[in-house]
Nanobody, 118 residues
Framework: QVQLVESGGGLVEPGGSLRLSCAASRRTLSSGKMGWFRQAPGKERELVGTITWTGGTYYADSVKGRFTISRDNAKNMMYLQMNGLKPEDTAVYYC????????????WGQGTQVTVSS
């Protein structure tokens, strides 16, 4: 199994930046994507973006142009650079990884809180 741990969350003012990290306990499947999700209070969990083994990315429209996902396969790490943060970005952010089942995110971190407020 793969254990995922997020870190880097905190309190930031609107317009500020944060960099989240996701550490995997072991190598994830090269055929599967990793992704960042977030869940705001009272709302359903939503996809922030995804990244393939080779670095191909996809972003939700709400974060496109502001957030950047990257990964370091040698270190089993994934990152989420968040710039131009808005209050609407306030949420618990989760990293996830796909397993054997196609299209399914089978591994999840515990989440890290990001609060954007003045």
């Amino acid at each position: 199994q793969v254990q995922l741990v997020e870190s880097g969350g905190g309190l930031v003012e609107p317009g500020g930046s944060l960099r989240l990290s996701c550490a995997a306990s072991r190598r994830t499947l090269s055929s599967g994507k990793m992704g960042w999700f977030r869940q705001a209070p009272g709302k359903e969990r939503e996809l922030v973006g995804t990244i393939t083994w080779t670095g191909g990315t996809y972003y939700a429209d709400s974060v496109k142009g502001r957030f950047t996902i990257s990964r370091d396969n040698a270190k089993n790490m994934m990152y989420l650079q968040m710039n131009g943060l808005k209050p609407e970005d306030t949420a618990v952010y989760y990293c996830a990884a796909q397993g054997v089942r196609a299209g399914s995110y089978d591994y999840w971190g515990q989440g890290t809180q990001v609060t954007v407020s003045s």
